[in-house]
């Protein structure tokens, strides 16, 4: 990265001598992580990698480094998304960025470092303890309380737009906390995004969103509703080796009324079985289809917090059928391709 390209992010993130996270000198970071020693790497994908840190020596707070690629093709857009949105929250169920670093050619993001890894790391982990129940509902809370904070009680309305478990972060007490804001967009509320060219992980993708290009805070809760289903039953959302879809699969069950049929076998029955039915019933709502019948996070949050009634859902997976503006990998900048028409889709079935 050139000194030039430097000033250009510096213009991008102005706001950064203020208060909350603070600018690191790449020099801290690299001291801070032993010089990225492949030991202390907690992870790696597509943006690039993480390392674990200490800021001040050994009895410093331990901090997680995000080394974002050079190879990334979406690398600095994603640092600029994520710094500037996640600096503005403060919330218990988001995770907390500390500061940032783009110098000598690199783009460095430090968060507080979670010690349980992620939600998916601890639901998949074959050679370690089941996740129990209890815990999962109560990461479901809490995952839902980041969403209401994002949608509703923030200034501006945040779409997360890529809530998946490798995304949620597990705190000392297994307390949920959303991290990742690199995909991420701030509108005001009540406003769905332009079409955009998309953007999130297939199987946790809204539907709609994948057929029209724009994200909304439902796109955010039909991914919330993947979750959950996925907390319940153990299974992923797609898997080519198993059909149908774990979504279809779990609404099959509804249908017969046997949705408990699905509940994770590794729980071994240690489960409650009304909050079971309770969070499968409410993933399938916020999974439905279609974007209009699915609840805000707020009322999904009141039927798992018992202040509201389950919903009764039909007894068959509906069809989804909307107007569409497709956005394509190839669309201008804006997202716009001019192609529209109506999506119908048997979703499998």
Not at 144 to 149: I, T
Not at 165 to 184: E, I, Q, R, T
Not at 288 to 300: E, L, M, T
Request: glycine fraction near 12%; charged fraction near 20%; proline fraction near 5%.
């Amino acid at each position: 990265m050139s000194d030039l390209e430097d000033c250009s992010l510096d213009e991008e993130l102005k706001f950064e001598n203020g208060s909350g996270p603070r600018r690191f000198r790449y020099g801290e970071l690299a001291a801070a992580t032993n010089n990225f020693s492949e030991d202390g790497k907690l992870g790696e994908g597509g943006f690039g990698s993480v390392y674990r840190g200490s800021l001040g020596g050994d009895l410093g707070p331990n901090v997680a480094v995000k080394r974002i690629s050079k190879s990334s093709r979406q690398g600095r857009k994603e640092y600029v998304s994520e710094v500037t949105i996640i600096s503005r929250l403060r919330h218990r169920n988001l995770v907390e960025l500390v500061g940032w670093c783009h110098s000598s050619g690199e783009l460095l993001l430090v968060y507080e470092l979670v010690p349980n890894g992620s939600l998916d790391a601890r639901l998949y982990n074959s050679g370690g303890s089941v996740l129990p129940w209890l815990s999962r509902y109560e990461i479901a809370l809490g995952l839902g309380s980041a969403l209401l904070y994002l949608h509703v009680e923030c200034k501006k309305c945040v779409v997360h737009r890529d809530v998946k478990p490798s995304n949620v972060m597990l705190d000392a007490s297994l307390g949920a906390k959303l991290g990742d804001f690199g995909l991420a967009k701030l509108l005001d509320h009540g406003i769905s995004l332009p079409t955009v060219v998309l953007a999130g992980t297939m199987g946790y993708m809204d539907p709609e969103y994948t057929a029209s290009g724009r994200a909304s805070t439902a796109s955010d809760v039909y991914s919330f509703g993947i979750v959950l289903l996925e907390m319940c039953c153990g299974r992923r959302p797609r898997d080519d080796s198993v059909k149908p879809s774990l979504l279809e699969w779990v609404w099959d069950l509804y249908g017969q009324g046997a949705a408990l049929e699905a509940a994770d076998k590794r729980l071994d029955g240690d489960l409650d079985q009304a909050q079971m039915q309770r969070m499968l019933v409410v993933g399938l709502w916020c999974a439905h289809p279609d974007s209009g019948v699915r609840p805000s996070i707020k009322q999904a949050l009141g039927v798992l917090q018992l202040e509201a009634p389950l919903p009764v859902l039909p007894p068959k997976m509906p069809v989804p059928t909307f107007s569409t503006s497709v956005a394509g990998p190839d669309a201008d900048a804006d997202g716009s391709t001019g192609g529209a028409g109506v999506y119908s889709s048997s979703m499998g079935r």
